[in-house]
């Protein structure tokens, strides 16, 4: 598949919604292409500021919701066929683009909604928090601890089994408005963006795939980079499941 091809298969990966052989394509593809890497943080972002906004919910919910998190979700049954032809593959290439484009549109609209709605500051990372915790109970989970070469800073990780983890706390310290955070996976090699943690690195959610090997965390300017600029300040080794 040419660049422009897998181009358009981002917006679909970015939403889960490839089968296992086009995700494979496309994870080859960003490891290789920092604009496409760099789009599918655009993705990845929108949706967290989704997660961000809203009012505080009330603690029985958050209780519902992180009791359920560790639970296995049901087989997901679809009369998908096993060969698609050009007409279904453009279908849903063109379904997880409109997809991806009302994210980004309900992105926007929430981005300018939120200064109305009385949100106590903190909720959102309180959330994350009990979030991590119930995914670190489920069995298979992973706890790793990143480390600066001297040991003074630390932040630590949690990953479930299905590759969704958390960035639950670190000792690193605030960074001025114009720069950020930004978490990094090693996947064969090369360091591929896993998003941007903020000017505080405060507690997030994020996914790894298998083919990450270590985590590590760099200081760039605002808004993130395709690459790593600055140097890693700390890192771990994230070993394979079973």
Same mark, same amino acid.
Request: glycine fraction near 8%; hydrophobic fraction near 45%; aromatic fraction near 4%.
């Given at each position: ?136 109970? !489920? /069995?298979? @989970?992973? *706890?790793?601890? +990143? ?6 800073? #630390? =932040? %630590? ?44 690195? !405060? /507690?997030? @959610?994020? *996914?790894?795939? +298998? ?6 965390? #760099? =200081? %760039? ?22």
């Amino acid at each position: 598949m040419i660049h422009e091809q897998l181009q358009q298969l981002v917006a679909a990966y970015a939403l889960d919604a490839l089968d296992p052989a086009e995700a494979s394509l496309v994870e080859a593809h960003l490891t290789t292409c920092p604009r496409c890497r760099a789009e599918l943080d655009a993705h990845r972002q929108v949706a967290a500021m989704l997660g961000d906004a809203g009012g505080p919910a009330r603690p029985e919910i958050w209780e519902r919701i992180t009791g359920r998190l560790a639970e296995a979700p049901p087989p997901l049954r679809l009369p998908i066929p096993q060969r698609r032809s050009g007409t279904v593959r453009w279908l849903t290439t063109a379904v997880a683009a409109a997809a991806a484009a009302a994210i980004a549109f309900l992105g926007w609209d929430v981005s300018h909604l939120a200064g109305q709605v009385d949100r106590p500051v903190g909720a959102p990372a309180a959330g994350i928090v009990q979030a991590a915790r119930a995914a670190a109970r !489920a /069995p298979g @989970a992973r *706890r790793i601890e +990143l480390r600066s070469a001297t040991g003074a800073l #630390t =932040a %630590e990780v949690v990953v479930a089994p299905g590759g969704q983890a958390y960035l639950l706390a670190s000792t690193l310290p605030a960074l001025p408005s114009d720069r950020t955070y930004q978490l990094w996976g090693l996947s064969r090699d090369r360091p591929v963006s896993l998003g941007l943690l903020g000017t505080r690195a !405060a /507690p997030s @959610a994020f *996914r790894v795939d +298998l083919q990450v090997t270590r985590l590590m965390v #760099t =200081a %760039e300017p605002a808004g993130g980079v395709p690459a790593p600029t600055g140097p890693v300040l700390v890192q771990g080794a994230l070993a394979p499941t079973g």
